[in-house]
């Protein structure tokens, strides 16, 4: 017989649990006095006495109510369990825990103690002697709640949504998520290599990730293939434990898609660490006997297509081009600007613990994982900013070169967005009393400019650089950093590499031709144009180069064009540039972008 709800036999109920009544979270009988489901009439009970009443008078007015005899002297159903400390408690007497409610010990977030879930119900049953857990678990049913992933990991697949989902640039929108996870040092550092690794790899990855499922990959759902991209990168590339790589990645998916979806990345993910990187690439890539290109390709995670290009440029499927994937294929030193006219490279270098570069005079590099660059105080003053060495060094070409005829002052950088060379080059110009005007055909972009090159003696136009309304012949020196595949910044943009198509090249060399004509329409005669891409194809350089110097004493499209030996006018002593006469930068050679150079002279006599 089930005991009296209010005093009576308190003593432990020594029935089968399978005949006791079942206790929900206030551990009453369902049947008798409660409807099902908790939905008792609040007017039920309320006949028990006026000092169970809820008490509507102003908080203020109450009386306190708080018990001042001594502890052991009161009644443990009058025992508030948020003024009692957890070790005061008896393992007994310690109420069970629910699940579903993260409130703790009885009070809400201002101090005061919680209102019984009841409502006007009466008190809460005092518990009956006897084992813990030895009823029905209160609270919700089933599993208890996953483990939250890390702040680190969350911040990386997030990265990897904001590529995918808005085909966003990685490089631009981690600050803004790290931020927003409030990630510094060695977390913001995880979860720019696990976010950059990630997208740096995804070739690779999927090659795996195929070899591991029946499924194909274009049919699994892309949220899940982006975690199990994380968690593959994890497994083959980093130290994290196998354990916290497969976990991590199952619960991302389970907090969103559910128990199947989680099952279904940790069955793969489970395959793949199964075997080590090295292991599956001897199972995957091609022969490297018969297709040296495809394996080199596979195993440093570029596209064939993109190997193939480097090959060609490098001359050779050796080891050359195997040295030259690798350095793409791994995180790259910081490079910094000291800008000319505020702060020296040695200054630079003192204030933010790095090293002076070795060939540009402007430069200084900081470790990778470095943390949030914008947080040091140079760049945040305006007195630095991140740009690559190579970048540095053809901007430097381009202001030493050999003018013929009276130098003028004026400069111009025909496609100026975002700002990095405008900024070098306002800074050069600006020592020498001189001006330059910046074009940019995108407003926001243009904005960037401005935003660069504040102070500085530099007026920005937004204007198609091949139409832009500027004088013809009326400048000594012209940048054209033309529009291009990218493919020299892999390694800073790790996202580009799977964005790119081998149709892309056509649309990009006709509008660098067309950028270059404009150029040499603007500079005078006896000035000089660098033309520069960061790229290392050969149709986007010497390709487009070729077109308009013409040759066989025919002119281009342009006329007649000198084409000067750029190996000449770069500062300092940089090895391994090849015959020339333009220059070719490697990452790893030179430790930069694979920025391309020509530099090209309108004849005075023209």
Known sequence: MARPRDGGDRSRDDRPRGDRPFRDRDDRPRGADRARGGDRPRDADRSRGADRRRDDRPRGDRPDRRDDRPREDRPRSDRPGGDRPRGDRARGDRPRPDRGDDRRGGRDDRGAPRRDDRGDRGPRRERTSGPRN?????????????????????????????????????????????????????????????????????????????????????????ALLDALRLGAYQLLRTRVPDHAAVTTCVELVRSDHGSQSAGFVNAVLRRIGEHTEAEWLDRLAPDPAEDPVGDAALRHAHPRWIAQAFADALGGTGEELTAALAADDTRPRVHLLARPGEITAEELALATGGEQAPYSPYGVHLEPGSGDVGELDAVAEGLAIVQDEGSQLVAAALARAELHGEDTGRWLDLCAGPGGKASLLGGLVAARG??????????????????SVAELPVTVHVADGREAPLPDGGYDRVLVDAPCTGLGALRRRPEARWRRRPEDIATLTRLQREL????????????????????????????????????????????????????????????????????????????????????LRRPLDD
């Open 434 to 451: 001189g001006t330059l005007d910046a074009v940019e055909s995108s407003e926001h972009r243009a904005e960037l400019v401005r935003r």
């Open 516 to 599: 270059l004509v404009a150029a040499l329409r603007h500079v005078r005669p006896g000035g000089v144009v660098a033309y520069v891409t960061c790229s290392p194809h050969v149709s986007e350089t010497v390709g487009v180069v070729g077109r308009i110097v013409g040759r066989d004493g025919r002119p281009g499209p342009a006329g007649a064009v000198e084409q000067l030996n750029a190996r000449a006018w770069l500062p300092g002593e940089v090895p391994g540039l090849g015959d020339g006469p333009t220059v070719q930068l490697w990452p790893h050679v030179h430790g930069t972008d694979a920025m391309f150079l020509a530099l």
């Open 134 to 222: 030895s009823g029905p678990p209160r609270g919700r049913s089933g599993p208890g709640r996953p483990p939250a992933v890390d702040p680190a990991r969350q911040a990386a697949y997030e990265l990897l949504t904001a590529v995918r989902e808005r085909d966003a640039y990685a490089n631009l929108a981690l600050p803004g998520i790290l931020r927003r996870h409030g990630l510094r040092d060695r977390d913001a550092g995880l979860a720019t290599e696990l976010g950059y690794g990630t997208l740096r790899a995804q070739g690779l990855l999927d090659t795996i990730i195929d070899a591991c499922t029946d499924r194909p990959l274009a049919k699994i759902e892309h």
